[in-house]
């Protein structure tokens, strides 16, 4: 089955201890994406890639760090969480960058950090 | 940059009511249209896309219309069912695949 999966779904954590969300994608997808969903502010884009080896910011990367070592992987590291970091967060993948290609989203992760 | 409103919510609605969800965009150079569908506990789903100005999406009696002379792209059906109780994005997706989501609409749809 085509499918962007997540691991952890759940994660409560404290302050200051490193993590990272996994995100693997089945589709040999080009582009691969993070998203964080706060209540009243939609969607907000963290980190992309268009590629292997291909990482880039968007419109809200403070914070987070991502890697491409591998097509289908895309994790999202947090190397110092902190609560304003409390959020439900979304990896996302695509064909490729071109704006009609439809992103396939993965279940998402809801992290607290406290 | 590119922007998405949404006509904020939440709705509720009766089962078999018209649905009207407005959306409407700011964006530079030829942008493609999507309405997203969130349920509750699950990532978000594509429900219907229109590349191009003009074009109509549609999908499970959804319908959105590209409108570019108004920027927009209102999501509508012409009766809801209870299963259709759900949060709905709009969003554009324009150069390099950067996306830019509107808010949410949460629709809840009564017996």
């Known amino acids: 089955e085509a499918q962007v999966t997540q691991n952890p779904r759940y994660l409560i954590t404290v302050t200051g201890k490193k993590l990272t969300v996994t995100c693997s994608q089945n589709?040999?997808?080009?582009?691969m994406s993070w998203y964080r969903q706060d209540p009243g502010l939609g969607l907000r884009q963290i980190y992309y890639?268009?590629?292997?080896?291909?990482?880039d910011k968007g419109d809200v990367p403070e914070g987070y760090k991502v890697s491409r070592k591998e097509k289908r992987n895309f994790p999202l590291i947090l190397e110092s969480p902190s609560p304003n970091q409390t959020s439900l967060y979304f990896c996302a993948s695509s064909l490729t960058s071109g704006n009609t290609d439809t992103q396939y989203f993965g279940p998402g992760t809801r992290l607290t950090v406290l | 940059g590119n922007s998405v409103t949404q006509m904020e919510g939440p709705v509720t609605l009766s089962e078999e009511a018209f649905l009207t969800i407005n959306c409407t965009y700011t964006a530079t150079g030829y942008p493609s249209l999507f309405w997203y569908v969130q349920y509750p506990g699950e990532g978000l789903q594509l429900l219907l896309k229109?590349?191009?100005?003009?074009d109509k999406g549609s999908n499970k009696g959804f319908e959105a219309t590209y409108r570019k002379e108004t920027t927009s792209f209102h999501l509508e059906k012409g009766s809801v069912q209870v299963s259709d109780s759900a949060v709905y994005f709009c969003a554009l997706r324009g150069n390099a695949g950067k996306s830019t989501f509107g808010d949410g609409t949460t629709l809840t749809v009564k017996p």
């Open positions: 890639s268009m590629n292997v080896e291909v990482t």
């Open positions: 229109a590349t191009k100005a003009d």
């Open positions: 589709m040999n997808h080009e582009y």
